[in-house]
Structures are given as structure tokens and as C-alpha cells.
T-cell receptor
Framework: DAKTTQPTSMDCAEGRAANLPCNHSTISGNEYVYWYRQIHSQGPQYIIHGLKNNETNEMASLIITEDRKSSTLILPHATLRDTAVYYCIDSNWGGNQFYFGTGTSLTVIP | DAGVIQSPRHEVTEMGQEVTLRCKPISGHDYLFWYRQTMMRGLELLIYFNNNVPIDDSGMPEDRFSAKMPNASFSTLKIQPSEPRDSAVYFC????????????FGPGTRLTVL
């Protein structure tokens, strides 16, 4: 079973920031937070990961609370191509047990 | 790089038949994963290999499922005999221990068992 909880669905207007929350109530000290997304009919795609500090890459930003019990994935300027299911995952560095859960279905609205 | 390659992309078969799904990981990757995705159960890890050796097969649903990795560039997932409840999308993924923990997924094989 997935160790994280996410809202089932969200909408976001095109061009606006999409903020996707995730609760990591059982995360342990050596587990990282990973975010993946799955566009319809494709395999999941890695977005970003982090341990304690906030992270940013060309795709998104990741905000992790100080207690690490929650995180937020931020897509700064959502486009229609960002419509997908977004998964947050807790896993050890080098760990291979990814529990994807049900994710958040993000719909970007024109 | 061509990415992870899976074949076939679609497979339709009848109950009781043997099904073989194929995967070519990204060259140089040390780990290979097989996942299954259904509406009911979401995306589940079935088995993964490290340097061609199966490490954890606890997600394999039953003895009808078997996976092999005869070399670093090829893996198979076999279902024998197949059943309608095996209908799903099967994904293969690979990653390198030298990079981040990013898994690269293939396009998947959509299996329909009639």
C-alpha cells in the first residue's frame, strides 16, 4: 500500500502555478521524497526528488516542510501538456520499492 | 538514447495461452523493474533485477508469472497460462546506480486476455 496521501484530482488554469500537495505521515529519516507524473497512455516520468531542502529543476519546484510530513510540487506556469496524474513517493536513496498510490489527476484548463 | 524499449505494445490473447512480454533497458543501467498497472490496483512493482539477478519478486502475483534477465540488455515477463484478470498495462523501467534514483519507464505493453 502507498505510504503517501494525495488529493484525487485538481484543476489549474493554463499559465498559472499548479501546487500539488502530498502528505508523508510515515516518512522516515533516510527516505527521500520523489515526484513522478504519468501522462495518459505513457509510462511514468520522473520530475524531481528531495530529502530536506527545497529543490528546483527545469520542470518543477519541490517544497518540503521542516518536519518532512508534507511536500508540495509546484509547476510554475502550467501548460496543457502538464495534464497528467502526479505521484509522490517516499523511498530510500538507492531504494527500489516505489509505491505509487493513486496520485493526483491534474487537469490544466485553457 | 532510444530509452527503454518494450514489445509488443499491444497483445490480445485468449485465456490459457502463454504470453511473453519483452524489455530492453537503457544501455548501462544496472537495475530493471517490471510493473503492472490496472484501474483497480494502480501501479504495482512485480519484480526487479540488479545486474541481471532477481532481487525482489514479492510482487509477482502467483506462479503463473515468471521473469528472466539472461543478459544486461534483455528481460522477459512470461505469463503461463494467462487469465482474464491478467489484463493490464505492463511497464518495464530501468535505472543506473551511478545516477539519481530516477527510474526510466518504457511505453508499456497493453495486455488483453479474453
Amino acid at each position: 500500500d502507498a505510504k503517501t496521501t494525495q488529493p484525487t484530482s485538481m484543476d489549474c488554469a493554463e499559465g498559472r502555478a499548479a501546487n500539488l500537495p502530498c502528505n508523508h505521515s510515515t516518512i522516515s529519516g533516510n527516505e527521500y521524497v520523489y515526484w513522478y507524473r504519468q501522462i495518459h497512455s505513457q509510462g511514468p516520468q520522473y520530475i524531481i526528488h528531495g530529502l530536506k531542502n527545497n529543490e528546483t529543476n527545469e520542470m518543477a519546484s519541490l517544497i518540503i516542510t521542516e518536519d518532512r510530513k508534507s511536500s508540495t510540487l509546484i509547476l510554475p506556469h502550467a501548460t496543457l501538456r502538464d495534464t497528467a496524474v502526479y505521484y509522490c513517493i517516499d523511498s530510500n536513496w538507492g531504494g527500489n520499492q516505489f509505491y505509487f498510490g493513486t496520485g493526483t489527476s491534474l487537469t490544466v484548463i485553457p | 538514447d532510444a530509452g527503454v524499449i518494450q514489445s509488443p505494445r499491444h497483445e490480445v490473447t485468449e485465456m490459457g495461452q502463454e504470453v511473453t512480454l519483452r524489455c530492453k533497458p537503457i544501455s548501462g543501467h544496472d537495475y530493471l523493474f517490471w510493473y503492472r498497472q490496472t484501474m483497480m490496483r494502480g501501479l504495482e512493482l512485480l519484480i526487479y533485477f540488479n545486474n541481471n539477478v532477481p532481487i525482489d519478486d514479492s510482487g509477482m502475483p502467483e506462479d503463473r508469472f515468471s521473469a528472466k534477465m539472461p543478459n544486461a540488455s534483455f528481460s522477459t515477463l512470461k505469463i503461463q497460462p494467462s487469465e482474464p484478470r491478467d489484463s493490464a498495462v505492463y511497464f518495464c523501467a530501468s535505472r543506473s546506480r551511478r545516477s539519481s534514483n530516477e527510474q526510466f519507464f518504457g511505453p508499456g505493453t497493453r495486455l488483453t486476455v479474453l
